[in-house]
């Protein structure tokens, strides 16, 4: 109970939040700005409006990830409001999950406002809705939810800008790291490959999360893809909020 009343706190204060609400207005637009660029590409309108749709849902999704999950720590610290929360009979790890499920629960929500868009925008374009985009988008949550682990992590022990920059870069590395893995066992150097093969492991591979190109080119993906991904996902993020915990825990408030 302790955790779900810091959740839905945290759910109503991001909600509140000015860059959430910016951020969900934009992709709103984007989505529907999309059937503006599908009519300028002939004979290829509903895949333009497929691809940006679920690029906005996806992008604008990991923004709201990054930028208000980086200051949820740091946020409570600042306003001296954890202080009065770490007094009560509350465990710290239950202030640190119920931040991160708080913020996952208002990019959950942001993420039904802009797929039912995105659905009206194919369904308009009489495009046809299969269970890949559900999916799709489903990847696309376990993802975000992974950047969030991410951001929540940083802001345990960076500041909200340091946080901000550590998570972005992850995110990149993150998307490369098949690269890195690749990169690591050609080369010749064996700091190279040992560092490669290294942040391969530790690094989230989100890749695993981006089908957007298969599913706007109706390419079929195995289910077990999809299984094998969400179980990734969420082993990640639970690992990811056990260690937030244990720096939060040791961490000096005063």
Request: hydrophobic share 55%; aromatic share 14%.
């Amino acid at each position: 109970m302790k955790t779900w009343a810091i959740c839905l706190n945290t759910f109503r204060e991001t909600v509140r939040d000015k860059v959430f609400i910016l951020l969900v207005v934009f992709a709103l637009v984007m989505i529907v700005a999309s059937r503006i660029f599908g009519f300028l590409s002939i004979g290829q309108e509903l895949k333009i409006v497929e691809d940006l749709g679920l690029a906005s849902i996806s992008g604008f999704s990991l923004l709201v990830a990054i930028f208000v999950g980086t200051t949820l720590v740091h946020k409570e610290i600042d306003k001296r409001s954890v202080y009065t929360i770490v007094s009560k009979p509350i465990q710290r790890y239950q202030f640190i999950i119920g931040k991160y499920a708080g913020l996952n629960l208002t990019i959950l929500v942001n993420m039904v406002v802009m797929g039912v868009f995105f659905y009206v925008s194919v369904r308009l374009m009489h495009g046809t809705w299969s269970s890949q985009f559900d999916m799709a988008i489903v990847l696309m949550y376990v993802e975000v939810m992974v950047v969030t682990g991410l951001a929540l992590l940083f802001s345990t022990f960076a500041s909200p800008t340091l946080s901000a920059i550590f998570t972005f870069l992850s995110y990149i590395a993150g998307h490369l790291s098949n690269d890195m893995m690749f990169f690591g066992d050609r080369s010749q150097n064996v700091f190279v490959s040992i560092t490669s093969t290294a942040l391969y492991y530790v690094l989230p591979n989100l890749s695993k999360f981006n089908v957007k190109n298969e599913v706007v080119h109706g390419l079929l993906i195995p289910t077990s893809f999809y299984i094998y991904s969400i179980l990734y996902g969420l082993l990640y993020c639970a690992m990811l909020v056990i260690v937030s915990s244990f720096i939060f825990e040791r961490k000096n408030l005063k």
